[in-house]
């Protein structure tokens, strides 16, 4: 079992619609948890970052974890079809020279004008 | 976006043949890392840097080796080159600035065939 597991998609939604993008994880050491955009043929851009338990907003952006469950998302409101990407959470356990980042698989998203 | 670079972005190759690719920053981040993305397994952590000098391995290591003998570069060199070494492989720096989280910043990625 992976210890970050993320729906593949693709997930299709109309202009306008409210986005859930999800990942549970097994790892209950993990603390911080990070949300990264990647268009098609770019490299990964930092989106939200959330620091334990609690909802984070940026503009037409929450990012909301439970620990509790191992569970967080990612809400994207009145989605544009700018925001067709693939996201990818991500998550660490904080601290330490060895410490690393556990990335999902990433889930492909389509916002069709 | 963050001050990275990578070359060259694009390579064709064949098997056995050496490969490196060049990591750049111009960041002065401490951190440093190589990860290559396919489809079904997001990004996988090749090998990482710590400092100049001081490296270690990742998830996926075999088969590459890394360098850094300066603190804005970090070269990825593939020895002997293999088909399953197709992929896109990024560039990621980070400061973990205030000891906080290994929040990671990408270049833009090499796009690396082996034939």
């Known amino acids: 079992q992976k210890e970050v597991e993320q729906d593949p998609g693709p997930l299709s939604v109309p202009e306008g619609a409210i986005v859930s993008l999800n990942c549970t994880y097994s790892n209950s050491a993990f603390q911080y948890f990070m949300w990264y955009r990647q268009y098609s043929r770019k490299g990964p851009e930092l989106l939200m970052y959330?620091?334990?338990?609690g909802n984070k907003e940026d503009g037409r952006f929450t990012a909301q974890v439970d620990k509790s469950s191992k569970y967080i998302s990612l809400f994207i409101r009145d989605s544009q079809p700018s925001d067709s990407a693939t996201y990818l959470c991500a998550m660490s356990g904080g601290g330490g020279a060895t410490n690393k980042l556990i990335f999902g698989t990433g889930t492909l998203l389509a916002v069709q004008p | 976006d963050a001050g990275i670079t990578q070359s060259p972005r694009h390579k064709v190759t064949e098997t056995g043949t050496p490969v490196t690719l060049r990591c750049h920053q111009t960041?002065?981040?401490?951190?440093m890392y190589w990860y290559r993305q396919d489809p079904g397994h997001g990004l996988r952590l090749i090998h990482y840097s710590y400092g100049v000098k001081d490296t270690d391995k990742g998830e996926v290591s075999d088969g590459y080796s890394v360098s850094r003998s300066k603190t804005e570069d970090f070269l990825l060199t593939l020895e002997s080159a293999t088909s399953s070494q197709t992929s896109v492989y990024f560039c990621?720096?980070?400061?973990?600035?205030?000891?906080?989280?290994?929040?990671?910043?990408f270049g833009p990625g090499t796009r690396l065939t082996v034939l």
């Open positions: 959330t620091y334990s338990s």
């Open positions: 990621a720096i980070s400061d973990r600035a205030g000891g906080y989280t290994d929040t990671q910043y």
């Open positions: 960041e002065n981040h401490r951190y």
